[in-house]
């Protein structure tokens, strides 16, 4: 308790030396444990995206930055520094980027000390070390045959799903995926050399197929459909047409405990199943997953344009196992509203299947009352259960009126604390309205790490298109969560940019991509 | 990749009211794709392709389909990275004088080269067609991941070969067909390689387990257009805000260097919104970059052009040597801010007019207002006529305020589902089509689907009618429906009942307003006994005249979710 009022104490003196708005052009700034730093650009350059990694080995993050100019992408790493400004100023190494690079990642894949830039392209993975010679500049670190074929000079997406550690030996792996799955790559090191051999190809199943063959396809599939797929010419072309159009969608793999501790998985959720591929002695993954669990909730085409769908994972009751809830508006309802279906291994009934048991019977029903989005699950309370985070949009004639007077939208956002059973507390512990600016640029509601090592999150909040706030979360005795009034930092930036949170547990690091700049800010 | 399982066949033959059923041998491979092509003699064949390569030519004997499925050819190489086209290698104007071409022949690109299979049936217990390398160098380096078939042969430069247009980053390869004698296999040479405007998508989102990685692009084919009317197509390449034309030479060849150039980003109304896009309560600008439109605006059978930005707009007139963005033969400035340009006829003086569009972007509380009620999107059509073909009126003398009126946000919201399914639902009143002569009488009849798909109904000799959108069809629709006389407001229900009417307008054109001369029931095949999968639905339906039959048949694909495809032949007899 005494730890809380000291922080509380160093956060209100850090608040009365607050700078309201923004860094200076070309500088750092230090305000009560918030420092930021605008890098400009050159003329012509345009800041594509950025990302932290520990790329000299020396325990502190540092950043990445994708840059493009005249056509061409380079990687530019700023290194982490202590003290008034949260990185350096000048870049520690600029990686000109080959053309067909697709999208990059950042981890420790080479022996030397730190993370090295991981590269994707349509035909394999390769790791850059910038700072050797050019010959000896990239090293071809697995063959595939990657989902990404083709990229664009004004994109360098960031794939941090790419790395990760299959066979628990503490070095990062690869799970590339492809057209069909997935395919893995376990890291191998000598004391001068690393290298990947294959750990297997994780298919994905047919889902249709599957579906049918299990007799649980979707009520349009099955009833007598009048209607085929004939589709009428009327022979208007403009152009060239079309010469070749290629389209292929996987779901985002993810890497968990789902068995019991220490036993992890590959999981996968289509439209229809949870697929999971135990990881078998050595990283090893089977072609064919051990498990398609099918979803409560199936993907038909009027779900996919639901908009607050969602499905998020988790250890709910901190059992080891991966918990999962699922997210959808209630179709059968005549008031718009939102259900939160929450799954538990520990809740499906026993020797049946595992997560869904054979019913798909949730162990919790929440309802929100409108549209529901950025969902997450994360400690804000820092009582180290998962609690569940939603923004609510509800449909109010009365709320839009006065809205219409406001040129704002409103929406709530809600705290569902967790009980560390598997189960959320059934009312929210916070609730607070946000007031959205409309106008043409993306509000922000996310809670990222608090300013300690322990204890509640910060809500990182862009209301207002010219500023991005960092608030404080307190934890009441009765256990409700409050938003502290007075911001802990607030970082202007321009209207337009495009703002990243960046950084372990929500992150602690807040980067602003401009048109001519990028600003950095950070309050660890 | 879907894997799709085994192809079942059945044939059907409707003689009167009976149908009679005699199902084909089962085929070894699991098709992804098809395509009737030419067996010679103006009759056709089905040819399939599987995953892995495998290529089946399917034959059938007399009424009934009996003996084996076909003729296995030699497996592609590369499945995963293979294209596949086909078409007559002979020169395009020649023939057997009786305007019956050959056998087709099957074209396939993949990273070792372009290759060409006969697809000439070969007689029992001869040596299969063996690959023949056209162009070693002439690659592919894409993977579709299955084989695919995309139109990569066609003539751009329309001196009567073949050529092949090969995608690929960023840009389309040009292999232009030569030929040392009549009777011998084109030869290609390089052109160049053409930079396209490729659509890229790459979706790398892992922030929680609902997410979907995505990776697409759609690469055009090369614009051609005889841009001087000479009688020669000349090409046309678009790259970011740069647009390059090059002119065909006497040679047939289209020069490496582009004939003319221009940057679209020059062209700049210095008082517009420099970064466009969306700005609330303000005129809709697209990318902040100048537009392009082409049209012969002066009767003179040569493109001219006109650029619009911001207030201003420009008019260049093309000339015997092609386009030119030296001289504007008229620049004009408007009132209001311009969304798009549309040159259209709006009288009937022979000359394109021009249609200036300002797309209002509603305001905020327009906006926030429409989450619960109906908001309008207002359009202002200004129409300044083309007075000799060389200028224009100085103010529009048509102006029309138009609105789109949409329903409410959170409704939409709420079920956006019931929205795609009236669109599908209009858009299924335009009922498939297909021609051919299935009587045997020598000339091409005309068959359609019925809304449902559960019914065919023929007309006799009414093969040749069409129904093409050409420049005189779209300004007619542009003129007198939607600049008519009609309310300013288009709501859903009235776009809607518009696309209906249209669709029956078309099958009035096409049957001439008559009733069909035949009509029978096509019902899905039956499913087996205690089967679980749902039933079939056509996926594909085709015109097949096998060699040896006087009539031509209906080919049908028939689906369903989780079970193997289907193909039926079905042959009408009056």
Not at chain 1, 381 to 390: I, K, M, N, Q, W
Not at chain 1, 497 to 522: K, M
Request: contains cysteine; charged residues 25%.
């Amino acid at each position: 308790m005494m730890d809380k009022v000291c922080r509380s104490a160093a956060s209100a003196l850090g608040m009365a030396l607050f700078c309201a708005l923004g860094a200076p052009l070309a500088g750092a700034a230090n305000d009560g444990g918030f420092v930021s730093l605008t890098l400009p650009l050159a003329s012509g350059a345009e800041a594509l995206g950025a990302a932290l990694a520990d790329v000299d080995g020396d325990g502190r993050d540092d950043l990445v930055l994708a840059v493009a100019r005249d056509g061409a992408r380079e990687l530019r790493a700023h290194l982490g520094a202590a003290g008034a400004t949260p990185f350096a100023a000048e870049p520690h190494w600029r990686l000109a980027l080959p053309g067909d690079v697709v999208a990059f990642a950042l981890g420790d894949v080479l022996v030397t000390p730190g993370a090295e830039p991981v590269l994707l392209s349509a035909s394999g993975v390769f790791a850059a070390a910038p700072l050797a010679p050019e010959d000896r500049r990239f090293e071809r670190l697995a063959a595939a045959a990657v989902l990404w074929q083709l990229g664009r000079a004004d994109q360098l997406p960031h794939y941090d799903g790419l790395l990760g550690d299959l066979d628990g030996d503490g070095l990062l792996d690869l799970v590339v995926p492809t057209a069909e799955g997935y395919s893995a790559f376990v890291q191998r090191r000598e004391e001068d050399k690393s290298s990947f051999e294959s750990a297997g190809e994780a298919v994905l199943p047919d889902a249709e197929a599957l579906a049918a063959q299990r007799g649980v396809l979707t009520p349009e599939e099955s009833q007598a459909a009048p209607r085929g797929t004939l589709r009428a010419r009327l022979g208007v072309t403009t152009g060239g047409g079309t010469l070749l159009s290629v389209s292929d969608a996987v779901p985002a793999p993810f890497l968990v405990p789902f068995a019991g501790a220490g036993q992890r998985a590959l999981v996968a959720l289509d439209d229809r199943f949870l697929h999971v591929w135990s990881v078998g002695a050595g990283g090893a993954l089977g072609a064919r997953p051990d498990h398609s669990l099918l979803s409560p909730v199936q993907i038909d085409q009027r779900r996919r344009l639901d908009v607050s769908y969602a499905a998020v994972m988790g250890d709910l009751d901190r059992d080891g196992r991966e918990d999962l809830v699922l997210v959808a508006g209630d179709q059968r309802s005549s008031d718009v509203r939102t259900q939160v279906l929450v799954f538990t291994h520990g809740g499906a009934p026993a020797g049946e299947a595992p997560l869904f048991g054979d019913a798909g019977r949730p162990t919790q029903v929440l309802v929100l009352a409108g549209f529901v989005g950025n969902v997450r699950l994360l400690d804000v309370d820092g009582d180290r259960h998962l609690d569940l985070v939603a923004t609510a949009v509800r449909p109010d004639l009365l709320e839009s009126l006065r809205q219409a007077t406001s040129d704002r939208v409103e929406a709530d956002l809600y705290v569902y604390r967790g009980e560390g059973n598997g189960r959320f507390a059934r009312r929210p512990n916070l609730t607070r309205r946000l007031r959205f600016a409309v106008q043409d640029a993306d509000p922000i509601v996310r809670f990222a790490a608090g300013p300690g090592p322990r204890g509640p999150a910060l809500l990182v909040t862009r209301e207002e298109p010219t500023s991005v706030v960092g608030s404080w979360v307190r934890v009441a005795r009765d256990g409700a969560l409050e938003v502290l009034p007075e911001p802990l930092w607030r970082m202007g930036l321009d209207p337009k940019a495009r703002v990243l949170l960046l950084g372990p547990a929500g992150g602690d690091t807040v980067v602003a991509l401009e048109s001519s700049q990028v600003r950095v800010g950070r309050w660890r | 990749m879907v894997v799709e399982p085994l192809v079942c066949g059945l044939a059907l033959v409707l003689s009167g009211q009976e149908l009679v059923r005699a199902p084909l041998p089962p085929m070894a491979f699991e098709p992804v794709a098809w395509r009737v092509v030419a067996a010679g003699e103006g009759r056709q064949r089905l040819m399939l392709v599987g995953e892995m390569g495998e290529l089946l030519l399917c034959s059938e004997r007399g009424g009934l389909a009996e003996g084996s499925a076909g003729s296995s050819l030699p497996a592609l190489a590369d499945p995963a990275r293979t294209l596949l086209d086909f078409g007559q290698l002979g020169r395009a104007s020649l023939g057997d004088g009786k305007g019956e071409r050959g056998a087709d022949w099957l074209l396939a690109v993949d990273p070792r080269g372009l290759f060409a299979l006969s697809l000439e049936p070969i007689d029992d217990g001869a040596e299969p067609a063996a690959w023949i390398e056209l162009a070693r160098r002439a690659k592919f380096e894409l993977r579709p991941g299955a084989p695919r078939f995309a139109p990569f042969l066609s003539d751009v430069n329309a001196d009567g070969e073949r050529d092949v247009v090969l995608p690929g980053d960023g840009a389309c390869e040009l292999w232009l067909a030569g030929r040392e004698d009549a009777d011998a296999l084109p030869t290609f040479r390089r052109s160049g390689r053409v930079r396209v405007d490729v659509a890229v998508t790459a979706d790398t989102a892992t922030e929680t387990i609902g997410d979907r990685l995505r990776a697409s692009f759609v690469i055009p084919g090369l614009e051609t257009e005889d841009l001087d009317n000479d009688g020669k197509p000349d090409l046309l390449v678009s790259d970011g805000s740069r647009r390059a034309y090059h002119m065909q030479g006497d040679d047939g060849e289209f020069p490496a260097e582009p004939t003319v150039e221009v940057d679209l980003a020059l062209y700049r109304d210095p008082a517009a919104d420099s970064n466009g896009g969306i700005q609330f309560g303000a005129t809709l600008a697209a990318d902040g970059e100048a537009q392009m439109t082409r049209r012969d605006l002066d009767g003179d059978g040569r493109a001219d052009f006109v650029l619009s930005h911001g207030r201003k707009v420009w008019v260049f007139h093309g000339g015997p040597q092609g386009p030119q963005f030296q001289e504007p033969s008229a620049i004009l400035k408007t009132a209001d801010d311009v969304t798009a340009v549309v040159v259209s006829r709006l009288d009937d003086d022979g000359f394109a007019d021009l249609l200036l569009l300002r797309v209002e972007v509603p305001t905020i509380p327009t906006l926030l207002m429409g989450l619960f009620v109906e908001w309008d999107v207002k359009t202002r059509v200004s129409g300044y006529r083309n007075l000799d073909g060389r200028s224009f009126e100085l103010r529009p003398s048509m102006v029309r305020d138009l609105r789109l009126r949409l329903p409410p946000i959170f409704g939409a919201l709420r079920d956006p589902f019931a929205i795609v399914q009236r669109f599908r639902d209009a858009g299924s009143k335009f009922k498939s089509s297909l021609r051919g002569d299935f009587d045997g009488d020598g000339s091409q009849d005309l068959l359609l689907f019925s809304e449902e798909q559960d019914r065919v109904e023929l007309w006799w000799g009414r093969g040749e009618s069409t129904l093409v959108l050409d420049e005189a069809e779209l300004d007619r629709i542009l003129r007198e429906e939607i600049l008519g006389s009609g309310p300013d407001v288009w709501d859903l229900d009235r776009l809607l009942a518009w696309v209906e009417g249209f669709a029956a307008e078309r099958d009035r054109r096409l049957t001439a307003g008559s009733k069909p001369d035949l009509s029978f029931p096509l019902p899905a095949p039956g499913a087996e006994p205690d089967s679980k999968l749902p039933p079939f639905t056509v996926r594909r339906a085709e015109t097949l005249h096998p060699p040896g039959e006087p009539a031509a048949s209906l080919l049908l694909e028939w689906r369903r979710p989780g079970g193997p495809p289907l193909f039926e032949r079905v042959s009408i007899a009056p």
